[in-house]
């Protein structure tokens, strides 16, 4: 087997595991890590190769801008003060705890490379936490918190560990040099993607066409990235404002066609992406085992002390962190998402899983630093990184549901049942007053009004059953129960078309272009007509 093979094999595991993990009620990410470690022992297949290079630009754009798609620039001003405290501060303190303690426990670890190491273990795996808490019934506003957390952490953990790599490599550190550094970077980042966010956007209006758009959105994660990068930014900032300057103004409301096959796009992107990520954190356990098999007392004492000093850390801050935030909130009475009781708390506690970014950031620790001499402590700082990833992901992700289940922590349905019914009576409102509208210019007969105006109901009913009362809803049950037959003899009569234009795409003398053509009219009619 050889590089290309394995690529797709982990590909392949990428789609499979996700109903399997689903069946098993397991993390898709969690498995993927075992069948890569399952397949690192097979004698058959290849050691990785992956230059260190390549590592972040490949792996981290794509994960960030599909992480991007669930959130808002709303919400992150929302809560700025939690993000503050958990992706900025918190980054910080486990990165300074980290570094004390590694240098403590490693014989010969000089500061900068134990400061490389707290910084890559720092930040919690946003795609790891969401994909496990978000199948377990948590409330939205935990699950925001996460995956705002997971964001900006990254931003902050990679900018110190960019910083820390640079002191290592070049052997010489300075406090006043490495602050302008960040400021820099930051600011660098911010214009790359709030400039690339504004020419995408232009060019969003130009191509027109969803299949173009798509693919230009496939491209300007990796272009913000290198970009940055290159004028010597935050390669993931800059990725990270440019994603949120798109989910704010780059969205065409009646554009139907593009959101549906964009949002389906990078579903498929972040699975793919995520699969491969994570198997490969099991593939590289051979690698990473076999380079201390001559140290494993001591290199095993290490990780599992920065294993606690990791989980601890996080919760010695989380606890006074969540009463503040709350104590504050209440004084102040912002609309954030904190945590709103200690179990919350806990939760939150133990969903700081590291992940992809913790990984990426090891393996692209270059090989050797100024002068040609190997980088510090390398194999070691590797063995316990990938001893941090492994013991939060594994313990804490099939742990984390029997925990849920054990403080009862479940998603607030009479918040959300709230929402839902308030957005169903705009939705009437704002159809029956365009109605309205339109029947002050246009003459239409009672029975095409009366039936319009059943319609905004309708919409309304579908999306919340109960703002309507029981008379209305039995009536609207019948106009449904009525609706569902006629469309399910209509997709019928769809599917036949259809199977009638396939079979004349395999005849002689047809132009397959134009079956083509037709068979997208018919998919389009399918869609239109789908209840």
């Given amino acids: 087997m050889d590089q290309l093979a394995l690529v797709l094999v982990l590909l392949l595991g990428a789609v499979v595991m996700v109903p399997v993990g689903d069946r098993l009620r397991l993390p898709s990410p969690v498995l993927m890590t075992l069948a890569g470690a399952v397949l690192a022992l097979l004698p058959f297949v290849p ?13 981290l754009p794509p994960l960030l801008y599909a992480a991007v798609q669930r959130t808002s620039w709303r919400q992150f001003t929302a809560n700025l003060r939690p993000i503050f405290l958990l992706a900025v501060a918190l980054v910080f303190a486990t990165t300074a705890a980290v570094a004390a303690v590694a240098q403590a426990v490693v014989p010969g670890m000089p500061v900068a490379a134990a400061v490389v190491l707290g910084a890559l273990v720092a930040p919690p795996d946003p795609v790891a936490a969401t994909a496990v808490a978000g199948k377990l019934g948590l409330p939205r506003r935990l699950v925001s918190i996460l995956e705002g ?38 600011v660098v980042a911010i214009a790359v993607g709030l400039l690339l966010g504004w020419v995408t956007n232009k060019l969003m209006g130009l191509l027109g066409d969803p299949t173009l758009q798509i693919g230009l959105t496939l491209l300007v994660p990796f272009v913000a990235y290198v970009l940055a990068e290159e004028f010597h930014g935050s390669g993931v900032l800059a990725v990270l404002t440019c994603a949120l300057f798109l989910a704010e103004y780059a969205v065409d409301a009646d554009d139907v066609m593009g959101r549906l096959a964009g949002y389906t796009f990078w579903e498929v992107v972040d699975t793919l992406v995520t699969g491969v990520a994570f198997g490969l954190i099991g593939l590289e356990l051979h690698n990473i085992f076999g380079a201390a098999s ?82 510090p402590a390398r194999d070691d700082i590797l063995f ?3 001893a941090v990833v492994l013991s939060t992901l594994l313990v804490q992700g099939l742990t984390l549901p029997w925990l ?80 569902k037959k006629v469309h399910r003899i209509q997709g019928e009569m769809l599917s036949a078309a259809r199977h009638e234009v396939l079979a004349a795409r395999s005849e002689p003398g047809t132009d397959p272009e134009i079956v083509d053509r037709v068979l997208r009219h018919l998919d389009m009619r399918s869609l239109r007509h789908t209840p």
């Fill in 294 to 375: 001559h140290r494993w007392g001591q290199l095993l004492g290490a990780g599992a002390a920065v294993v606690g000093v990791v989980v601890g850390v996080r919760l010695l801050w989380l606890l006074p962190a969540a009463w503040l935030a709350k104590r504050m909130h209440k004084l102040r009475d912002y609309d954030e998402e904190i945590p709103m009781s200690w179990r919350e708390t806990l939760i939150m506690w133990w969903s700081g899983m590291r992940g992809v970014a913790s990984v990426a950031l090891a393996l692209a620790i270059p090989f050797s630093i100024d002068g040609g001499n190997g980088f």
């Fill in 404 to 483: 849920v289940r054990r403080l009862r922590v479940q998603a607030d349905t009479d918040a959300v049942d709230a929402l839902e019914r308030e957005l169903a009576l705009r939705v009437i409102k704002a159809s029956k007053r365009r109605l309205k509208e339109i029947l002050e210019v246009e003459e239409l007969p009672d029975e095409v009004s009366d039936q319009l105006a059943r319609r905004a109901y309708d919409m309304g009913a579908r999306i919340a059953p109960d703002i309507v009362d029981d008379e209305r809803r039995e009536l609207f049950e019948r106009r449904i129960h009525r609706m």
């Fill in 149 to 186: 957390e997971g964001l900006f952490n990254d931003v902050t953990a990679i900018v110190l560990y960019h910083v820390a790599l640079a002191a290592a490599i070049s052997g010489s550190f300075s406090v006043s040099a490495a602050i302008g550094s960040l400021v820099l970077s930051a």
């Fill in 47 to 59: 050691n990785v190769e992956v230059p260190p290079e390549f590592i972040l630009p490949v792996v």
């Fill in 384 to 386: 316990i990184a990938f």
